[in-house]
């Protein structure tokens, strides 16, 4: 029952079709269009009505969202890499092409370590990015490393991307000294105020309208630079969302909002969680310019971004992207997918759709800059610098337990002040129950 139309490939339509139908059917439903049945204009009628320009007709019409008019999906290439129509191509400089390329894998292998690392136990918590990796890379090497960020929590390719290094996301997965936040965050809850990377927050949503307000503060103060906020197909359900759409539509805040929309919210297949024609087509209801893209297609993302980011400079205005990609892992190290979507399904967008196989095809057939040589190398590298970080991050020493204190208050209350005198005399009397040796002193 659903459609998923793309730009400039006729071709490979019907591929793409099966594969939405199967995880994004409500993602491409329909798209509801204004019918032009004989209007009035305003001018005509001599009439103001507050909300803007009206017309009207005399025929007892209610809209009726269609399958055919669902908003197309901009590709670049196909799933072979192969340019679909050459002017899209952005002709990105090999050095450009291969940073991301290098970005890409090393967010891959820093996941396979660091999932890994939490199945044997080694960390409490880890999320991968599995199957999105072209929208992080697209979406970060389009705008200026200046723009802020504010993330969901599956953008660790956003860091890759701006400098982030392997030191810093083992350092904080393993809450150890150097996490900034001395272990007071799960692992995944990165930021970065060098990097301008708005410290993540697990609560759903609660990033988007903060990043309204952030656009709106850097629309005075740095004319410029834009907000990108990205978020899950889910988490557009929350209220907060639709707050923030309507505050930076209405404040003219140059934001761009970029849903990544994987197929699920956990267990929540797309199809449950809206009807209609997903989230892009709730832009035009916020007065928002809109696009759907191709999120496994690292040009069509790194275009979108670029032309929106400019769009939301210069018209000061904020921008809907919404990337269609799929959530290759299971949500998170607390969930098993399996138990409910296919094994064939995951197996399907992993082999047939695979962001990163698509862009080394387009890197080797289109380009001939990269080789299957190289690609061992740069495996190996990156498995490597994963390694050595991993190594040291387990190595050093966690936090002292002190520091479960700070942070919050300035002056801590006298109620936590007691608590911390009741923690420091416990572990006092009972040191040998835990493992302070491998804390700094209390
Ligand atoms: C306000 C709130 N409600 C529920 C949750 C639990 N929760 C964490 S992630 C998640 C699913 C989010 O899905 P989506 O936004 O599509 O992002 P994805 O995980 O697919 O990247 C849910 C329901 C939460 N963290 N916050
Ligand atoms: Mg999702």
Same mark, same amino acid.
């Given at each position: 029952?659903s459609?998923g139309?793309?730009i400039?490939?006729a071709a490979?339509k019907?591929?793409?079709?099966s594969?939405?139908?199967q995880? !994004? ?11 032009s ?10 009439m103001k009505i507050? @909300?803007?320009p009206r017309? !009207?007709?005399n025929?007892?019409?209610?809209l009726?969202p269609?399958l ?6 901009? =590709?670049v290439y196909d799933?072979e890499?192969?340019?679909?129509? @050459?002017?899209q ?6 050095d450009? &092409?291969?940073?991301?390329?290098h ?5 891959n ?8 690392a939490?199945?044997?136990? =080694? ?11 072209a929208s992080?890379i697209?979406?970060?090497a ?6 802020l960020? !504010?993330?969901?929590y ?6 890759v991307?701006?400098?982030f290094? &392997? %030191?810093e996301?083992m350092?904080?997965?393993?809450a150890n000294?150097?996490? +900034?936040?001395?272990g007071?965050?799960m692992p995944v809850h990165?930021g970065?105020?060098d990097l301008n ?5 697990? /609560?759903l949503a609660t990033?988007m309208p903060q990043a309204?307000?952030a656009?709106?503060a850097?629309?005075?103060?740095? /004319? ?9 197909? @889910?988490?557009?359900s929350?209220?907060d ?11 003219d ?11 699920y919210?956990?267990s929540?297949?797309a199809h ?7 989230i892009?087509a709730?832009g ?10 191709d @999120?496994?297609d690292?040009l ?6 670029k ?9 000061s205005? +904020?921008v809907?992207?919404?990337?269609m990609?799929?959530?290759?892992g ?5 969930d %098993?997918?399996t ?11 992993t082999?047939?759709?695979n962001p990163?196989?698509?862009?080394k095809?387009?890197?080797?057939n289109?380009?001939?800059?990269w080789?299957e040589?190289r690609?061992?190398?740069l495996?190996?590298?990156?498995k490597k ?6 190594t ?5 020493k966690?936090?002292? /337990?002190s520091?479960?204190?700070?942070d919050?208050?300035?002056d801590?209350p ?10 420091? %005399?416990?572990?006092g009397?009972y040191?040998k129950?835990?493992?302070l040796? %491998?804390?700094? /002193?209390?």
């Open positions: 029952m459609v139309r793309f400039n490939c490979i019907a591929a793409y079709v594969a939405f139908r995880t !994004f059917h409500g993602a491409a439903i329909s798209a509801v269009r204004y019918k049945t004989t209007p009035q204009s305003e001018d005509q009628l001599g507050i @909300g803007g017309s !009207f007709i025929k007892l019409e209610f009726e269609k055919e008019d669902a908003i197309p999906i901009y =590709r799933t890499g192969k340019i679909l129509d @050459g002017t191509d952005p002709k990105l400089s090999e450009v &092409l291969h940073q991301m390329y970005s890409m894998i090393m967010l292998t820093m996941d396979e370590v660091m999932y890994s939490q199945r044997q136990g =080694r960390i409490s918590f880890y999320m991968t990015n599995y199957g999105e990796e992080h697209g979406s970060a389009a705008l200026d490393k200046r723009d960020v !504010f993330g969901q599956r953008e660790a390719g956003v860091l991307w701006r400098g290094t &392997l %030191d996301f350092d904080q997965c393993y000294v150097n996490d +900034p936040a001395a007071k965050q990165y970065s105020r990377f708005v410290t993540i927050s697990s /609560p990033q309204s307000g656009a709106y850097l629309k005075r103060t740095h /004319p410029g630079l834009c907000v990108i906020c990205y978020f899950g197909e @889910g988490a557009a929350e209220g969302a639709h707050a923030a759409f309507n505050f930076a539509a209405t404040l805040a140059p934001c761009l909002f970029f849903c990544r929309n994987n197929g919210a956990i929540t297949p449950e969680q809206y009807r209609g024609d997903g892009a709730r035009s209801g916020y007065g928002m310019i809109t696009i759907r893209i @999120g496994n690292v069509a993302v790194y275009n979108a971004t032309k929106a980011r400019q769009i939301a400079i210069e018209e205005r +904020p809907l992207i919404e990337a990609t799929y959530r290759v299971h949500h998170s190290t607390s %098993d997918s138990a409910y979507r296919a094994k064939e399904e995951i197996e399907e967008w082999s047939g759709d990163i196989n698509r862009f095809f387009y890197l080797i289109e380009r001939q800059c080789d040589e690609d061992k190398a495996a190996a590298e990156c610098q994963v390694l050595k970080a991993f040291a991050a387990e190595k050093r966690k936090p002292s /337990p520091l479960l204190f700070t919050v208050y300035d801590l006298p109620n936590l002040v007691k608590q911390r005198q009741e923690m420091v %005399d416990h572990l009397k040191s129950h835990y493992p040796d %491998d804390h700094e /002193p209390v």
